[in-house]
C-alpha cells in the first residue's frame, strides 16, 4: 500500500520571513500550540510510512500568501506538492493564480469557515470569481472547498458550470451521519454523487463522527464507495491540526477503512491523489 496524505498543513518557525497574517484577522490556535515546519512534516512521514503529501496553505495562518507551502514543498519535490489559497474576488485573480502555478502550485483551496469563522459560502457562486475557476480548467489544478451542508448547493452550481475542475471537497462537505444506515441526514452528500468531477476527502473528522451514536464505519464508508467509488476518495490526515501523530491519524484511517476491499483502500489511501494531483504519481 503507498500512503499519500492530501491534507496536512506546515507552518513556519521563520515569521520574520513568513509573517502571519490570517484571513479574516483571527489565527487558529492549533497553528500556534502544534506549529509544523516541512522539516518536521517530513520527519512525522518518515515515522508513519507516509511516502508523499499534498500540503495545504494555513489560510488562518497566513491568509493569501503562499510563500511558505511553496517555498517549502519545493525544497522536496520529490515528495510533496503545494495546495494554496487566493483571494477568488479579487480583479487580478487569474494573474494571481498563474503566478503561483509558475511557482509550484498545484492546486487550490478556497476556505469559507471552520476553525476561526463560522461559514459563509456566499463567495463560491460569486460570478466575479469565476475568473478563478476559468483560469484552474485552463492550467488543469483541483480546488478544495471547506464548507458545511450549507454551502453545498454552490459547489453543486460551481462543479456542473465547470466540469473541467476537479472540486475536493474537505471533510465530506461535513456530514451528519450520526442517524446510521441509511444515513439520511446526509442526504447533502449523497446528492452529489452523480457529478463525476467532485471528489471526497477523508479526514480524522468523519473517521471520529462514525463513531458516535448510531453511526460505525462498517455501515458508512461502504456507502460512501457504493455511491461515489473508490476513485472519488481521498485520505487527508489534517496533520498537525488534528491532534495526535501522523502515524497515530494513519491508523485511524487504516482502522475505519478495513471493511473496505483492498482495491477500494489502495484508491483511497494513494491512488485517487495522484489522479488529483499528477506530480505525486
Known amino acids: 500500500m503507498t500512503y499519500i496524505d492530501i491534507h496536512p498543513h506546515i507552518i513556519s518557525d521563520d515569521e520574520t520571513r513568513y509573517p502571519p497574517a490570517p484571513l479574516f484577522g483571527k489565527r487558529s490556535e492549533w497553528s500556534q500550540e502544534r506549529p509544523s515546519t516541512v522539516a518536521a ?9 507516509v511516502a508523499k503529501a499534498a500540503v495545504v496553505h494555513s489560510s488562518t495562518t497566513y491568509g493569501f500568501d503562499n510563500a511558505y507551502v511553496v517555498d517549502g514543498c519545493n525544497q522536496y519535490a520529490d515528495r510533496l506538492v503545494a495546495v494554496g489559497s487566493v483571494d477568488m474576488l479579487a480583479d487580478d485573480v487569474a494573474t494571481v493564480i498563474k503566478r503561483w502555478a509558475d511557482k509550484g502550485l ?23 470569481s469565476f475568473r478563478a475557476w476559468e483560469m484552474l480548467a485552463e492550467l488543469g489544478l483541483p480546488m478544495c472547498i471547506q464548507t458545511g451542508p450549507i454551502g453545498l448547493p454552490q459547489v453543486t452550481l460551481l462543479a456542473k458550470k465547470f466540469p473541467q475542475v476537479d472540486i475536493i471537497l474537505d471533510h465530506l462537505g461535513r456530514p451528519d451521519v450520526l442517524d446510521g444506515p441509511p444515513y439520511k441526514r446526509a442526504d447533502s452528500l449523497w446528492a452529489l454523487a452523480d ?14 463522527d462514525v463513531k458516535k451514536d448510531q453511526a460505525s464505519a462498517e455501515t458508512f464508508f461502504p456507502r460512501v ?16 491540526t488534528s491532534p495526535g501523530t501522523l502515524g497515530e491519524i494513519l491508523a485511524t484511517a487504516q482502522e475505519g477503512l478495513a471493511s473496505l476491499r483492498e482495491e477500494d483502500r489502495q484508491w483511497i489511501f494513494g491512488k485517487t491523489a495522484q489522479l488529483l494531483y499528477p506530480a505525486l504519481a
Open 225 to 240: 464507495v457504493e455511491a461515489f467509488g473508490a476513485s472519488r476518495m481521498a485520505w487527508g490526515s489534517n496533520f498537525p
Open 41 to 49: 512534516l517530513i520527519e512525522a512521514m518518515d515515522a508513519a510510512g
Open 106 to 128: 498545484a492546486g487550490l483551496r478556497i476556505f469559507t469557515g471552520g476553525s476561526t469563522k463560522d461559514f459563509d459560502p456566499s463567495e463560491l457562486d460569486n460570478p466575479q
Open 195 to 208: 457529478i463525476p468531477n467532485i471528489f471526497l476527502k477523508l479526514t480524522p473528522r468523519i473517521f471520529a
